[in-house]
């Protein structure tokens, strides 16, 4: 993301750098975690995404390269609150 404002939040206990730009978001989990640690993750980004933004996430936005992937994600954001 080009040009994106980086934000680091903490959410959870998890840290998290958010870039974003425009009505998007990429949102990137710092740290090493287990694969029973991970399930909690997903909520955890999307509040850190909107915390970091202060936009309101699109629900079911959340896309990831990888199926099931807990480090990197994308989000849509609805700016207009």
Do not use: N, W
Not at 19 to 35: D, H, N, P, Q, W
Not at 38 to 67: D, H, K, Q, Y
């Amino acid at each position: 993301m080009l040009g994106a404002a980086r934000h680091e939040v903490r959410v959870d206990g998890l840290d998290f750098v958010v870039f974003a730009k425009g009505s998007e978001a990429e949102t990137v989990r710092m740290g090493y975690l287990t694969r029973p640690q991970r399930a909690r993750v997903p909520a955890a980004m999307a509040r850190a995404t909107a915390l970091a933004t202060g936009c309101r996430v699109i629900p079911g936005s959340m896309t990831t390269r990888i199926p099931g992937d807990t480090g990197v994600a994308r989000f849509d954001l609805d700016c207009s609150i």
